[in-house]
């Protein structure tokens, strides 16, 4: 069974800084796109950044320039750096990892943007 291994949320003053990172457990092969998507209290989740294999990336248009997805494919872990934050960045950020064509979800980590 695949697990999803989240860390780095918190709570963090606007205009702060955050860093998640992502992994399965285990030594895993025919790993493809991995992302990240985000529920805020009362929506439902949506799509936040995703990166392929050969590292291309994609945002949503209310993160660009201000969040980084990246991938490291040694350690099968991906990172979403988070800068500039803003009250309504808070919610719950979870982690999918798609291997072998089957997506795989993270358990959620929390991300609260508050003064």
């Known amino acids: 069974q695949v697990q999803l291994v989240e860390s780095g949320g918190g709570l963090v003053q606007p205009g702060g800084s955050l860093r998640l990172s992502c992994a399965p457990s285990?030594?895993?092969?025919?790993?493809?796109?991995m992302g990240w998507y985000r529920q805020a209290p009362g929506k439902q989740r949506e799509f936040v950044a995703t990166i392929t294999t050969d590292s291309r990336a994609n945002y949503a248009d209310s993160v660009k320039e201000r969040f980084t997805i990246s991938r490291d494919n040694r350690k099968n872990t991906v990172y979403l750096q988070m800068n500039s934050l803003k009250p309504e960045d808070t919610a719950v950020y979870f982690c999918?990892?798609?291997?072998?064509?089957?997506?795989?979800w993270g358990q959620g980590t929390q991300v609260a943007v508050s003064s």
């Open positions: 285990g030594r895993r092969f025919g790993i493809t796109t």
């Open positions: 999918r990892v798609d291997i072998w064509d089957i997506p795989y």
